[in-house]
């Protein structure tokens, strides 16, 4: 067992003290994780995105296009000014342009032409009969235009129904992804710390 | 109930207490429930052990260290089954915490099938900014990651002879413990048609079943209970397998904990009415 482990296995423990109470030892292992992880995405960034993005394109190639980002980059960073922070409206406006303009199109396709695609389903089988119907409800419920009532109020509750089943199918797969992370935790503290299972 | 002793120790507590029971004594007993293969993993076995030889697969590790238990194990089968079926495998991640995780992993599973770094795998490292990683991989990788993760150029290894961009790629598998298999999905596979694989933790599946539904995705392994299935579809017992058992009692213990709580609240309202 290396000291690493026996660190990593005391800050566990450390976390898993909030179960009783609030206490420092916890706060303290909650500010040390704070800590070491915008330290490694700092790290991160320059070593893998700055520097071969910027720096060396910049400075080593030579390629005088790459002042335009260096710029814009500068031009984000005077938001913390209260002088010039209106400068940073302009990589601001640049992001969510080109974000906009790239997400839009995708989004149509991926989302909505192929999730459209993917309901217009023969009547042939169970399975492609619950699909249409729940689609079908659960947008009728979503319609508030009209009142909820008659045969248009019925369809609507059905829609209810289908998003309660979801919901109820989505918490389950959260508590297994928690469960998951408390046995990974305790495998680690009884494997790879304690040694009492291989 | 609410208070056992004085404020200090409340049901909470005991709950706690029973889960951490549930969890433990099959992780020392082993009682090897059984485990049954879903449709939705069997497909993405299917898909890679269907792969040529060579071909290229190109692994993202888009999670955080917090999502390690999960992640690592399916990271760990899907990256076996590749290095098994001898096909060249790119690493990379669209998350920070995932770049060291990502390489560790890589470098460990290469070593256990004896493949060489450059030739057989490669890690090209960590882009920020999603959107524009994934739409930039689709024309040219080689301008998108010019040096790979320990700052090397990536166009002197041999791996990346022929490599351009996602025309040369069989799947994109993405280990993401968050929404990003969803950018894959919305930026590689719709616009440049790439298969994906999505490989996320439980709490995403019920986000990506839509898209198994229109088949935009190979197939689906979701959390824990996913890589324990592809690892039995690899015959080799991992720490998702071994983690299964863990599962399955923490489960019953909170459908009985659901169930008494109701029971409690029926009980409740009876004696409010009465």
Request: hydrophobic letters at 50%; proline letters at 4%; glycine letters at 8%.
């Amino acid at each position: 067992m290396d000291i690493s482990t026996t660190i990593a296995a005391i800050l566990t423990l450390a976390i898993y003290s909030f179960l009783y109470r609030d206490n420092p030892v916890y706060k303290t292992a909650e500010h040390i994780l704070l800590g070491v992880s915008v330290g490694y995405f700092v790290v991160i960034t320059i070593s893998n995105t700055i520097i071969p993005k910027l720096i060396i394109p910049l400075f080593v190639d030579g390629e005088l296009i790459y002042i335009i980002p260096a710029l814009l980059g500068i031009a984000m960073l005077l938001r913390v000014t209260k002088q010039f922070s209106h400068i940073s409206r302009i990589p601001l406006a640049l992001i969510i342009g080109v974000g906009a303009g790239i997400a839009i199109p995708a989004y149509m396709q991926a989302h909505l032409i192929a999730q459209m695609k993917a309901t217009m389903l023969p009547l042939s089988n169970i399975s492609n009969i619950v699909i249409i119907i729940a689609v079908l409800s659960v947008l009728v419920y979503f319609f508030f235009s009209r009142k909820h009532e008659g045969a248009f109020g019925v369809t609507a509750k059905a829609g209810i129904y289908f998003l309660m089943i979801f919901f109820g199918s989505t918490f389950g797969y959260t508590v297994m992804a928690r469960i998951s992370l408390l046995i990974g935790r305790i495998q680690f503290l009884l494997g790879d710390w304690l040694g009492i299972i291989r | 109930m609410a208070e056992a002793n004085g404020k200090r120790f409340h049901t909470r507590h005991l709950i706690f207490l029973l889960m951490a029971i549930a969890v433990v004594l099959p992780l020392i007993f082993k009682p090897g429930l059984p485990l049954r293969v879903t449709k939705e993993v069997q497909d993405i076995y299917d898909y890679i052990e269907g792969l040529p030889e060579e071909s290229v697969v190109i692994i993202s590790f888009d999670h955080e260290a917090s999502s390690l238990p999960e992640m690592v194990p399916m990271a760990e089968a899907l990256l076996r089954h590749c290095f098994r079926k001898n096909l060249k495998v790119c690493g990379m991640a669209l998350l920070a915490e995932g770049t060291s995780v990502g390489d560790a992993n890589l470098r460990r599973i290469g070593a256990e099938y004896n493949k060489e770094y450059g030739e057989d795998y490669i890690f090209w490292g960590f882009r920020p900014q999603h959107e524009v990683a994934i739409l930039a991989l689709g024309e040219d990788i080689t301008r998108e990651f010019k040096t790979d993760y320990t700052g090397r150029p990536i166009s002197g290894f041999p791996i990346m002879q022929g490599l351009r961009n996602y025309q040369n790629v069989a799947a994109v598998i993405s280990v993401g413990d968050g929404d990003i298999p969803i950018y894959w999905v919305n930026y590689a596979q719709a616009r440049y048609g790439v298969n994906i694989i999505p490989a996320i933790t439980a709490v995403m599946a019920t986000t990506m079943y839509p898209f198994l539904q229109s088949e935009q995705i190979v197939g689906l392994a979701a959390g824990l209970k996913g890589a324990a299935e592809y690892e039995k579809l690899l015959n080799r017992t991992g720490l998702a397998t071994r983690g299964m058992d863990a599962q399955s009692t923490a489960h019953v213990l909170i459908i009985v904990l659901i169930a008494i709580g109701n029971i409690i609240m029926f009980r409740q309202r009876g004696g409010k009415r009465s």
